[in-house]
C-alpha cells in the first residue's frame, strides 16, 4: 500500500506540464470588503489604455489578461463605495497580483505608485478583526518573508502557541488533550500513537495559505477542544507557474562526526520503509489462532518439530553496529501551475516533496522510586515519606528519523463561485533506535545490560473532495460548501529486539548471566505490534443572509458533520527459554574481563544452541493485546451571526453530537472470541443481532455513548474601525482516546514503566469563559489583552498506580479550572528612534493557574466493596493541571538588512514554567518537568526573488530536558530523568525556477 502511494504521487508530480507564456502579462487578485471581511462580488476593475477590464466574481476575485508590458493605472470601481486607483508595473510573461480592502466611507482618492504585489497580511488581520471567535493568525505572504519551512516552524509566530519538539502545539499553555487541529476543513488522525496531536513538520510552508488560532469555540466548529482548533488551510493552486527545489544540510554538536551505532535493517530503511528483514517468520505468523509454545497432553499448543523450525526462523542479529554519525540531510520540492479552459473555468495544481533524514544521540538518566517510610512504625506520609529507588538506568540513545511527505492539491475553478477541489496529503515518519542502558533494577534485584534494537514505522494518508458553492436567490447570495474526506494513519512495530544481561550488585568482575528465560518483555525478547486507524468525514454547510429587525445585514449558518473512525491493534510478544535451565548453554565460563556476561547473544542463540534440548522461542501474548475499536460522532449544529446594535455582534448557537466509542480487546489465541468480537463490533448498535451474541465471550470492553447540546454564545463590541472587545461564554468537552480506554497494558518503548488504559474513563466537560480587548493599528502592528477562565468537570489525567508493580494508568479527577492572562504586541521599533527603524519586536505573554479537585479519601474508600481499584488512589487530592505551565514566555526580534526583508536575522527565545509529567499514586510524589528555555536563531538572505539561503541555529543555549520529584526527608528534588539533545545548525537554499 505505501509502495502504491509512493509511485502514484511520483507520477503525478512527473505528468505536471508547464506552459510557456506569451510577451504580454496578466493581472489578478482579490477584493474585500472592509467592514466585513467578506469577498466582494460585481467590482468593476478596469485600464483605461489600453481599455481593459472585468468584473469580480462571487469570491471576490478577477483577472485582466493580454496586458501588454510598461506601467498601468488600475481603476476599482462600485456604486456605493470609494475608486480607488493603483499604479501597476506589468512584465512579460509574468502574473501580477494586486488585491484591495474596498471601503464605503468617503476617502480622497488614492493612488498608490508602489510595484504591484500587495501584502495580504493586511487582510488577515481584518479577518481576525471581523473574525467570530477568538483567534490568531498567520497568512501565506508574512510567511514568505520569513525563514520557516514548515507549518512547525510557523506557528511559533503566533500568538498563544508553545511549540513542543517542534512539532506540537499547545494553546494557552494546555496539553495536546486540549486542542484540536484541522486541516483544510476535516479532522487529521495522527500517528502518533500516543498523541492526538498532529505532528506540524509534516507541513511545507510553501503549501499553506494561512493558519488561524480559534480560541473560542462557536458551533460551526468541533466542540471537542478546550485550549483551541490549529486550523491549516492550503493553496488551492499558485497564480502562476513556479518550481521551487531546495537542499538542507544539518549538524549536531552532540552526534554529527561521533561515534555512532546502528544495525542493518534494509536497503531501503533510508526512505522508511521496511524491506521485510523485520517481518515475523512466516512459519510462526500463517499458523492457526494458537499460543506459540509447545503444546501437551492436557494443554494447547504445537508439537516440538514446529516449536523448534521457529525458533531456527527468527532472525539472529541482537548487536548493533559502530560508525561515525552522519549529517542531517533534507530535500524540498514544489511545483505548480494553472491551466484554463476558457475566461471562466480553469485548473489549478500543486505538488510538493519534503525529505529529512536527522540523527539524534542522547545520554538519559531514568529513575523511578517507590515511596516508602523513615521507620516501620511511621506512616507513609508527609515528611516521613522517603524515596525508595527501584530503577536507576544510565541510557545511551541512537536514533535516525526519516521523514518524508507529498502533497497533490487539485481545484477546477468554473467562476461565478462554483468550485470542486480534490486534495490529498501522505507522509512517512519513522524511527530507527539503538538503545544501550544499564543499572540496577531492584525488583529483580540485579545489576543490568541491555541492548534494544527498535523501529517504528508511522505513516498518514489524507484524501479530500469537496466543493464551495454560491447560490444566487433573488437579491441574496447564499453560500453551501461540501467535503468528504478518507484518512488513514498506520503505525507498524516490527521486531523490537532486547537483549539484557545481568549480575548480582557489588559482584564487580564476576560474569553475570544472560536473562534468557524471564517470560517478561525485555529479556531476549522480540515484540511485534500493528495499529492501524482509519477515519472518514463528510461535512456540510448552508449559510443564509438575511436583515434584522433594525435593517443590519446578519447570517443564519447551519450543517452537519459526521466521523466514522476505526482502529486495529495487535501485539506479539516472543522470548527464548532455555529448556535446560542452563542459561549459558557451558559458554559461562568464557571471560573476556567484562563483568557482564561476554559473550554477544548472536554467540549464544545461534543455530546449534537452538532447538529442543536448547534455547526454543516461546509466545508470551497475552489475552488482552489485541483489541478492535470504533468510534462514530454525528453533528448538527445552528449559528446566528447579528448585530443586537450597531456596534454589539452577536455570534452564537448551539451544536448537538451524538457520540459512540466501543473497544473491544479479546483473546487473538480464541478463533470463538474473534469471531464473536468481530461479531459484536460490527452490530453495537443493532439491539437484535446483539441479542445474538454470546455475552459471555469478551475478555474486557468499554463503551461510551454520550449526546451532548452544547452553547456558545460570542459577543464583540466595536470601539471604532480598529478596536474590538471580545466577550465569550461556550461549553466544550474531550474525550478518552482508544488508547486510554483499551485494558491494554503497553510495556514503554524506551524503557519506562508500562501504561495501562482504564475503560472506566468518562469524558470531560468544560465551561469557558473569554475576555479580550485588541487593537489593530496597521500594517503588521498589533496589541491584544485578555483573561479567560476553564472550569472542568471530570478531567482526565495520568496517574502511577503500584500493585503488584508499577505503571502509568489513566482516571477522571473530581474537578478542576484554569485561569489566566494572556498578552500580545507586534510593533515596529521605528517609533523609539530612526536608528531603530529596521528592527521589529513580537512578544506574547501567558500567566495561568490551574487546580485539580480530586475524588476525596471517603469515594476511595468503596474500594474496600470492590466497586472501584485502591490502585487508582491518588497522593496529592489537591495540584495544578497535568501538563500545565503557570507560564509560557515567546519573544522574537527581528531585523532587516534592508527595506524589502530580503535580508534578514531573527532571534527567538521560548520558555514555559515547570509542570505536572506524572500523577503519584499510594503516596508517590508527583513528577514535575521543570522549565526548559529555548533560544533560536534564524538568518536569510533573498536573491533577485530566486534564490534563498537560510542558516537555522536551534537550541543554542543547549538546554536540558529534566523531570523531577520531591523527596520530603532530605527536603530536595531528586532527578528521575533528564537528557540533552545539543545546539542544531542547519544550512538550506532553495531556488524558484520560474
Not at 454560491?470 to 521486531?495: C, H, M
Not at 487473538?668 to 468481530?678: H, I
Amino acid at each position: 500500500m505505501n509502495r502504491f502511494k509512493t509511485i502514484f504521487f511520483l507520477i503525478l508530480f512527473v505528468g505536471i506540464p508547464s506552459v510557456a507564456y506569451a510577451q504580454q502579462g496578466s493581472i489578478r487578485g482579490e477584493v474585500l470588503d472592509a467592514s466585513t471581511a467578506e469577498p466582494m462580488f460585481g467590482v468593476t476593475v478596469l485600464i483605461r489604455n489600453p481599455q481593459k477590464f472585468a468584473k469580480t466574481d462571487l469570491d471576490g476575485k478577477y483577472e485582466l489578461v493580454g496586458v501588454p508590458e510598461g506601467t498601468h493605472t488600475l481603476e476599482f470601481v462600485m456604486i456605493g463605495m470609494e475608486t480607488v486607483k493603483k499604479s501597476v508595473s506589468v512584465q512579460a510573461g509574468k502574473t501580477e497580483k494586486v488585491n484591495l480592502v474596498m471601503g464605503a466611507k468617503k476617502l480622497d482618492e488614492v493612488l498608490v505608485q508602489d510595484r504591484a504585489m500587495n501584502d495580504t497580511e493586511a487582510s488577515l488581520l481584518k479577518y481576525q478583526k471581523k473574525a467570530a471567535a477568538v483567534s490568531d493568525g498567520i497568512s501565506a505572504e508574512a510567511i514568505a518573508k520569513t525563514p520557516d519551512s514548515s507549518a512547525g516552524d510557523v506557528m511559533r509566530r503566533v500568538t498563544g502557541i508553545t511549540l513542543v519538539g517542534g512539532k506540537y502545539v499547545f494553546v494557552r499553555g494546555l496539553g495536546e488533550r486540549y486542542s484540536n487541529t484541522m486541516f483544510n476543513g476535516v479532522p487529521l488522525p495522527s500517528p502518533e500513537p500516543d498523541k492526538r496531536v498532529v505532528p506540524l513538520d509534516l507541513f511545507p510552508a510553501a503549501m499553506i495559505k494561512n493558519i488561524v488560532v480559534s480560541k473560542t469555540f462557536i458551533p460551526e466548529d468541533s466542540a471537542e477542544f478546550s485550549g483551541g482548533t490549529v486550523k491549516i488551510e492550503t493553496k488551492e493552486y499558485p497564480d502562476k507557474y513556479f518550481f521551487k527545489f531546495g537542499l538542507k544540510l544539518g549538524y549536531n554538536a552532540n552526534t554529527t562526526n561521533q561515534n555512532w551505532k546502528t544495525y542493518s535493517g534494509g536497503g531501503q530503511d533510508w526512505l522508511g520503509i521496511d524491506e521485510g528483514n523485520r517481518k515475523k517468520p512466516s512459519i510462526v505468523d500463517t499458523l492457526p489462532n494458537a499460543q506459540f509454545v509447545e503444546g501437551g497432553r492436557l494443554t494447547g499448543g504445537y508439537p516440538r518439530e514446529i516449536i523448534t523450525a521457529g525458533s531456527l526462523s527468527f532472525n539472529n542479529q541482537w548487536s548493533p553496529k559502530q560508525t561515525d554519525a552522519p549529517w542531517n540531510k533534507g530535500l524540498d520540492i514544489s511545483t505548480g501551475n494553472v491551466f484554463k479552459f476558457s475566461e471562466s473555468v480553469k485548473w489549478g495544481t500543486l505538488f510538493a516533496v519534503t525529505y529529512n533524514r536527522d540523527n539524534q544521540f542522547k545520554q538519559e538518566i531514568d529513575r523511578f522510586n517507590l515511596v516508602g517510610s523513615v521507620s516501620p512504625d511511621l506512616p507513609r506520609d508527609g515528611k516521613n515519606r522517603v524515596l525508595l529507588p527501584v530503577l536507576n538506568y544510565r541510557s545511551r540513545i541512537y536514533e535516525e528519523t526519516v521523514s518524508w511527505g507529498t502533497m497533490f492539491n487539485n481545484t477546477l475553478d468554473f467562476g461565478k463561485g462554483q468550485r470542486v477541489y480534490w486534495k490529498n496529503f501522505f507522509s512517512v515518519n519513522n524511527d530507527k533506535q539503538v538503545r544501550e542502558y544499564e543499572g540496577i533494577n531492584n525488583n529483580i534485584p540485579f545489576e543490568l545490560q541491555s541492548t534494544k534494537l527498535n523501529y517504528v514505522m508511522r505513516n498518514i494518508f489524507n484524501s479530500s473532495i469537496g466543493g464551495d458553492h454560491r447560490l444566487p436567490i433573488g437579491e441574496t447570495v447564499t453560500k453551501f460548501d461540501w467535503v468528504a474526506s478518507y484518512s488513514e494513519a498506520n503505525r507498524n512495530q516490527p521486531d523490537m529486539r532486547d537483549t539484557t544481561y545481568a549480575t548480582t550488585p557489588g559482584t564487580a568482575g564476576t560474569n553475570g548471566a544472560p536473562l534468557l528465560s524471564s517470560p517478561n518483555i525485555g529479556y531476549s525478547s522480540r515484540f511485534f505490534s500493528e495499529s492501524k486507524d482509519i477515519s472518514r468525514y463528510v461535512g456540510v454547510n448552508y449559510e443564509i443572509p438575511f436583515k434584522q429587525w433594525s435593517g443590519f445585514e446578519s447570517k443564519f449558518k447551519t450543517g452537519y458533520s459526521a466521523v466514522d473512525r476505526e482502529r486495529n491493534f495487535e501485539a506479539e510478544f516472543f522470548s527464548f527459554v532455555n529448556q535446560n535451565g542452563d542459561a549459558g548453554r557451558g559458554l559461562a565460563n568464557q571471560s573476556l574481563g567484562s563483568r557482564f556476561y561476554p559473550l554477544p547473544p548472536e554467540a549464544i542463540l545461534n543455530p546449534f544452541n537452538r532447538g529442543a534440548n536448547g534455547y526454543q522461542i516461546r509466545e508470551f501474548t497475552r489475552p488482552t493485546d489485541k483489541y478492535m475499536a470504533q468510534q462514530k460522532i454525528h453533528s448538527y449544529y445552528g449559528q446566528f451571526d447579528l448585530p443586537i446594535i450597531k456596534d454589539l455582534r452577536f455570534i452564537g448557537g448551539a451544536r448537538y453530537e451524538d457520540n459512540y466509542q466501543a473497544v473491544r480487546t479479546f483473546n487473538p489465541f480464541s478463533p470463538r472470541d474473534d469471531f464473536f468480537a468481530r461479531f459484536d463490533y460490527r452490530s453495537e448498535l443493532d439491539p437484535f443481532l446483539r441479542n445474538l451474541v454470546d455475552p459471555n465471550y469478551r475478555q474486557t470492553n468499554a463503551k461510551l455513548a454520550n449526546r451532548n447540546v452544547l452553547p456558545s454564545a460570542n459577543f464583540v463590541y466595536s470601539l471604532n474601525d480598529i478596536t474590538n472587545i471580545r466577550f465569550a461564554y461556550t461549553q466544550t468537552l474531550t474525550r478518552p482516546d482508544f488508547r486510554e480506554l483499551s485494558p491494554f497494558e503497553f510495556t514503554d518503548i524506551l524503557g519506562g514503566p508500562p501504561v495501562k488504559g482504564n475503560p472506566d474513563l468518562k469524558q470531560t466537560y468544560i465551561h469557558n469563559y473569554d475576555l479580550r480587548y485588541e487593537t489593530f493599528p496597521g500594517g503588521e502592528d498589533f496589541f491584544a489583552v485578555g483573561v479567560f477562565r476553564k472550569n472542568m468537570i471530570d478531567p482526565i489525567e495520568r496517574v502511577v498506580q503500584v500493585d503488584n508493580q508499577f505503571r502509568y494508568s489513566f482516571v477522571n479527577a473530581k474537578q478542576a479550572y484554569i485561569q489566566g492572562a494572556e498578552i500580545e504586541a507586534r510593533k515596529g521599533l521605528g517609533f523609539i528612534s530612526e536608528y531603530l527603524e529596521r528592527w521589529s519586536l513580537g512578544i506574547n505573554t501567558f500567566f495561568i493557574k490551574s487546580e485539580v479537585q480530586l475524588n476525596d479519601w471517603a469515594y476511595y474508600q468503596l474500594a474496600q466493596m470492590g466497586v472501584i481499584n485502591d490502585v487508582n488512589r491518588p497522593t496529592s487530592l489537591s495540584r495544578p493541571l497535568q501538563g500545565q505551565s503557570p507560564y509560557v514566555y515567546n519573544f522574537n526580534l527581528r531585523y532587516r538588512f534592508d527595506k524589502q526583508a530580503n535580508h534578514t536575522i531573527t532571534f527567538l527565545f521560548n520558555e514555559f514554567g515547570r509542570r505536572i509529567n506524572s500523577v503519584g499514586g499510594l503516596g508517590i510524589p508527583d513528577t514535575y518537568e521543570s522549565p526548559v528555555g529555548v533560544f533560536d536563531a534564524v538568518y536569510s538572505l533573498k536573491y533577485d526573488e530566486k534564490l534563498i539561503f537560510k542558516v537555522a541555529a536551534r537550541n543554542l543555549n543547549d538546554a536540558r530536558v529534566k523531570i523531577v520529584q520531591e523527596n520530603p526527608v532530605l527536603g530536595r528534588e531528586e532527578t528521575v530523568y533528564s537528557y540533552r539533545t545539543g545546539p542544531t545548525i542547519t544550512m538550506s537554499a532553495t531556488y524558484n525556477f520560474d
